[in-house]
């Protein structure tokens, strides 16, 4: 898969107007495809496809600020980026930085949009005459349950982010305007489709493509965003609250009953040797290098990372309180969480472990690169295989794995007060892998109690791997007053700016706002 669709589609389609009597203004460029002349051929399929899959590895989307909008913003990151830009997508200060020169704003917009437009043409065009040209009716099937999964991904990311835009689900006409909750539903309604056409598994070259388990475990990651959110204050629905808990449990159960299992080392899931794993559910394809002269790999490292010669930038800085949440606990045999030191780059005295060419306490010793931050991100760098960092990592980047899931189904058990013993065992099932101590059920007999263990939990396992953003706002953090004066004054400073009931989206880029009927910025901005 890593070769397979790493080809970039630009447009393939040339619309032709007519409307002059002349016939050779009538006549259609042979050297061009245009609608009359394309989809009709199994490959158009296959290329159109192969677009949709494209935009997960531009700087936009997975290569770089997914991660910064969902993890610097969140409590878990920071910038001190030379950049007032860089800074702004993290400090909620933003409102100054929405022009022309906000990439943070406009390129993952401009890539969502992109996204949808390729992934509309696919399944409008299959859905009309593409299901009835392929010999291989299950291959069409296939590709069509594909691209409606990416689909479904580009919404949930908007969702997330913007909370409003238009919902474009189709390759000719414009969409309505809707907000959050409306976009969560299409992506559902577009992960539940691909359910209908998708493989549990893929083997050869098509290893890496969305499979049957990531369709039902991203259905189930916005049964649990859609159930957090009629639980808010200001949408207080709490049938839809349980109706949604309950399908998020259905389709996880769903999952596991299906072949996945926790691989033994836990650092193998962030690293090029191990890609594509019995853990993963939902992964995005990266390679170092050029192909056809397009960058193939992520830009993640280059900005998450130690900020040394050959490193990261100061960009993006993880928050000093996590080096305290993995320390509440050591293992059975009284060491470290090693998550931690898959997590994080941290002081350890005395180690010799070499960081781009040097130790830690060496960088320290020098005049320019001396570490002034006590911790920066590790995950997903290439600091055991590479002398440096550049802006094409060949690192997949796990967007779903088993552990989250199984963290998952704990926490749906515990909103719905179900066996409460279940939920403790999945939470276990994660810690065994790293060698802590079970924890004992009966210590968490209420669910606010249980609660807590899930949020220091998912903390330690998924730290770093962009999923913060969504757990604090699913959880409630991101509109609760007391919770953000709280993480304001203990673990993350930006959190002052935060504002109640505007902060919790992400500006629509202001030069949209003109070009698109109805699109009108989101409150605050």
Same mark, same amino acid.
């Given at each position: 898969?890593?070769?397979?669709?790493?080809?970039?589609?630009?447009?393939?389609?040339?619309?032709?107007?007519?409307?002059?009597?002349?016939?050779?203004?009538?006549?259609?460029?042979?050297?061009?495809?245009?609608?009359?002349?394309?989809?009709?051929?199994?490959?158009d399929?296959?290329?159109?496809?192969n677009?949709?899959?494209?935009?997960?590895?531009?700087?936009?989307?997975?290569?770089?600020?997914?991660?910064?909008?969902m993890?610097?913003?969140?409590?878990?990151?920071?910038?001190?980026?030379?950049?007032?830009?860089?800074?702004?997508?993290?400090?909620?200060?933003?409102?100054?930085?929405?022009?022309?020169?906000?990439?943070?704003?406009?390129?993952?917009?401009?890539?969502?949009?992109?996204?949808?437009?390729?992934?509309?043409?696919?399944?409008?065009?299959?859905?009309?005459?593409?299901?009835?040209?392929?010999?291989?009716?299950?291959?069409?099937?296939?590709?069509?349950?594909?691209?409606?999964?990416?689909?479904?991904?580009?919404?949930?990311?908007?969702?997330?982010?913007?909370?409003?835009?238009?919902?474009?689900?189709?390759?000719?006409?414009?969409?309505?305007?809707?907000?959050q909750?409306?976009?969560?539903?299409?992506?559902?309604?577009?992960?539940?489709?691909?359910e209908?056409?998708?493989?549990?598994?893929?083997?050869?070259?098509?290893? %890496?493509? @969305?499979?049957? =388990? !990531? #369709?039902?475990?991203? *259905?189930?990651?916005?049964?649990?965003? $859609?159930?957090?959110?009629?639980k808010?204050?200001?949408?207080?629905?709490?049938?839809?609250?349980?109706?949604?808990?309950?399908?998020?449990?259905?389709?996880?159960?769903?999952?596991?009953?299906?072949?996945?299992?926790?691989?033994?080392?836990?650092?193998?899931?962030?690293?090029?040797?191990?890609?594509?794993?019995?853990?993963?559910?939902?992964?995005?394809?990266?390679?170092?290098?050029?192909?056809?002269?397009?960058?193939?790999?992520?830009?993640?490292?280059?900005?998450? %990372?130690? @900020?040394?010669? =050959? !490193? #990261?930038?100061?960009? *993006?800085?993880?928050?000093?309180?996590? $080096?305290?949440?993995?320390?509440?606990?050591?293992?059975?045999?009284?060491?470290?969480?090693?998550?931690?030191?898959?997590?994080?780059?941290?002081?350890?005295?005395?180690?010799?472990?070499?960081?781009?060419?040097?130790?830690?306490?060496?960088?320290?010793?020098?005049?320019?690169?001396?570490?002034?931050?006590?911790?920066?991100?590790?995950?997903?760098?290439?600091?055991?295989?590479?002398?440096?960092?550049?802006?094409?990592?060949?690192?997949?980047f796990?967007?779903?794995?088993?552990?989250?899931?199984y963290l998952?189904?704990?926490?749906?058990?515990?909103?719905?007060?179900?066996?409460?013993?279940?939920?403790?065992?999945?939470?276990?099932?994660?810690r065994?892998?790293?060698?802590?101590?079970?924890?004992?059920?009966?210590?968490?007999?209420?669910?606010?109690?249980?609660?807590?263990?899930?949020?220091?939990?998912r903390?330690?396992?998924?730290c770093?791997?962009?999923?913060r953003?969504?757990?604090?706002?699913?959880?409630?953090?991101?509109?609760?007053?007391?919770?953000?004066n709280?993480?304001?004054?203990?673990?993350?400073?930006?959190?002052?700016?935060?504002?109640?009931?505007?902060?919790?989206?992400?500006?629509?880029?202001?030069?949209?706002?003109?070009?698109?009927?109805?699109?009108?910025?989101?409150?605050?901005?």
């Amino acid at each position: 898969m890593k070769r397979n669709y790493f080809i970039l589609i630009f447009s393939i389609l040339l619309i032709l107007t007519t409307g002059c009597s002349e016939d050779f203004l009538d006549r259609k460029d042979p050297n061009r495809e245009s609608s009359d002349t394309y989809w009709r051929h199994e490959q158009d399929y296959e290329l159109g496809l192969n677009a949709c899959y494209s935009v997960f590895r531009i700087p936009g989307y997975f290569s770089r600020w997914f991660h910064v909008l969902m993890i610097s913003r969140s409590d878990e990151g920071w910038s001190e980026s030379p950049n007032p830009y860089f800074q702004a997508y993290s400090n909620f200060n933003i409102i100054s930085y929405n022009d022309n020169n906000a990439e943070g704003i406009i390129w993952p917009w401009q890539a969502l949009y992109r996204q949808l437009f390729y992934c509309n043409q696919v399944i409008d065009n299959m859905n009309t005459i593409g299901l009835d040209l392929f010999e291989d009716k299950q291959k069409a099937e296939q590709i069509l349950g594909q691209a409606y999964f990416i689909r479904g991904v580009a919404f949930w990311y908007i969702a997330g982010t913007f909370g409003k835009g238009p919902l474009m689900i189709s390759s000719t006409a414009n969409g309505e305007v809707v907000e959050q909750e409306a976009i969560y539903q299409q992506a559902l309604k577009d992960f539940l489709e691909s359910e209908k056409y998708l493989p549990e598994t893929w083997t050869g070259d098509d290893l %890496g493509r @969305v499979t049957l =388990g !990531g #369709a039902k475990g991203m *259905a189930a990651r916005v049964y649990m965003q $859609l159930a957090g959110y009629y639980k808010r204050p200001d949408v207080n629905d709490p049938a839809r609250v349980q109706e949604y808990w309950q399908n998020a449990q259905t389709k996880i159960e769903e999952i596991l009953d299906m072949d996945y299992s926790l691989v033994p080392n836990y650092k193998d899931n962030f690293t090029m040797d191990y890609e594509n794993n019995p853990e993963s559910v939902f992964e995005v394809q990266f390679a170092e290098g050029l192909y056809n002269g397009k960058e193939l790999g992520a830009h993640r490292p280059k900005f998450f %990372g130690l @900020v040394v010669d =050959g !490193g #990261a930038w100061a960009d *993006a800085y993880p928050r000093a309180w996590l $080096l305290d949440e993995f320390r509440k606990e050591r293992t059975a045999l009284n060491e470290e969480d090693p998550r931690l030191a898959v997590t994080l780059f941290y002081e350890k005295p005395g180690d010799t472990e070499l960081l781009y060419g040097k130790t830690w306490s060496e960088w320290m010793a020098t005049e320019d690169y001396t570490l002034t931050q006590p911790c920066y991100w590790r995950k997903y760098t290439r600091v055991e295989t590479h002398a440096s960092e550049d802006y094409s990592s060949g690192i997949n980047f796990r967007v779903l794995r088993l552990a989250d899931v199984y963290l998952m189904y704990a926490e749906v058990i515990n909103e719905l007060n179900g066996d409460r013993n279940v939920a403790v065992e999945y939470i276990n099932k994660v810690r065994r892998r790293v060698g802590m101590s079970d924890l004992n059920p009966a210590n968490f007999n209420t669910i606010d109690l249980l609660h807590i263990q899930i949020m220091h939990e998912r903390l330690v396992e998924l730290c770093g791997e962009s999923t913060r953003w969504y757990d604090m706002d699913r959880w409630g953090i991101l509109h609760d007053q007391t919770q953000i004066n709280m993480i304001a004054s203990e673990r993350d400073a930006e959190f002052a700016n935060f504002q109640l009931g505007i902060s919790h989206l992400y500006p629509i880029p202001n030069r949209e706002l003109s070009l698109y009927p109805g699109l009108t910025q989101n409150p605050g901005f």
